[in-house]
């Protein structure tokens, strides 16, 4: 059924769309907070969820009406966060109102992923899984500063699969952190991703620790040579067990369908810190409860930031993101973007060419495995240097000045965003970003 509801922005930004979105939906809230995590969340209480659910509620009525209008259903629903399994009459309400032609995936907890949790989801309509285990190995869960140890991973790892049709399990990996003469959380790495593999699981998605500066663990040396080493040591492993890597962290089953997130070429972001991809813009929610629900009682989208990328813009990080994922096709891209808006990405594939970080496959240009390695760095220079400033910024919503509540400051009080990277690329990362969303120039036509 179609919402009848008002909030200014909803049809302007389904109409940045060429074609049906996915739905991401962000749910910033968790009951502990893991010390390397650098997502938007808050400690969850009542006082903070409660009248945030209330503006959360119109604001996902408000995109799914535009959306349903122009173009159908979604293309799929993925809730993530945060911790969402925290929230299960919100995620059986998702269901219903933001219809999709294909996968409902949400991200579980492991200790959240016991077999009548994970009926409950699948009963609500989730077919696909993301087990946050990070480690079947206590040492390394104590040093990461989770709230469960290996039993509970390896529990919810082996409750989901054959329960739903797609189950993902992120891992994380610190080469940097070990001893000389001594790896033992790379041998448990190389254990934990030959473990997932056994298990059976849809797709492993091994994530190289990244330091926000802002979090506790800080900012920290990259060993980039072990880093490179270590995943094609998984991918070794991985053919040998049937699978294959299907992107630069992710290795998948073979033939089996991916797990994504970042990879959905559109998507509406829903909730406090998510985000959108529209194919010309990227555009960014508030963080803070309080600026969100100021903005929805306002009668608006609570979008903080837009930036606008334009044709060579748009189809630059569309291939970006396709290199990400193994596989260019510039075909999707010319049919989308025009030959004009084609160039700059035209240029970068063949500079990437030239270095042999990519080679022709079928109509596609394939990443070889040096390609991964300069992808693997380049990744890493995108979360510091664009994604990190940009949140550090948006993190600052939750401050004594703009928070909704005492509790809520006091529930961040992980982030530190003044401890944020600096430098030229910061400073330039930063006047990019921080321009507001010009709302005014918003049409207003879902309120007539
Ligand atoms: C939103 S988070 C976690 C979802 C869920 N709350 C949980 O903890 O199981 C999604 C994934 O991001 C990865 N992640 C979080 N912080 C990271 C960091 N600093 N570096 C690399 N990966 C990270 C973790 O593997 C995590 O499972
Ligand atoms: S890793 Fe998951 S549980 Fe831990 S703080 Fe981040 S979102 Fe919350």
Redesign the pocket.
Known sequence: MVAATSLRGATDVVGLLDVPAGAYVHIPF?S???PF?P?N?VLTSDELSRPYLTAFRQEVDAVADAHLRAFGPFTSLYVG???PTLFPEILNDLVDRLPVTGRRAVEV?PTHATPAGLDRLADAGFDAVSI?AQSFHDPVLRRLGR?HDAAASRAAVAAAVGRFAVVDVDLIVDVALEGPGTDPWTAAFLEDAAECFAAGVAQVSTYPLMRFGYTPFGTGRHARRREHAVLAEVDRIARRSGYERRSVWTFARSGAEAYTSITRRRFLGMGAGAGSVTGRDLLVNHFGLAPYRAAVDAGRLPVARRFHLGDGGGAAYEAFWQAYAGALDEGVLRSAYGPAGLLPARLATAAARACGLVVPDHGTLRLTPRGYDVFHDLERQVTYRLIEPLWAQLLREHDERAAATPDEVRSVSWAAPDRGRRGAAWWLARRLTERPVPTSTWTGREAE
């Open positions: 968790c502990w907070i893991c995590c997502y969340k966060g945060g911790t907890l946050g709230p």
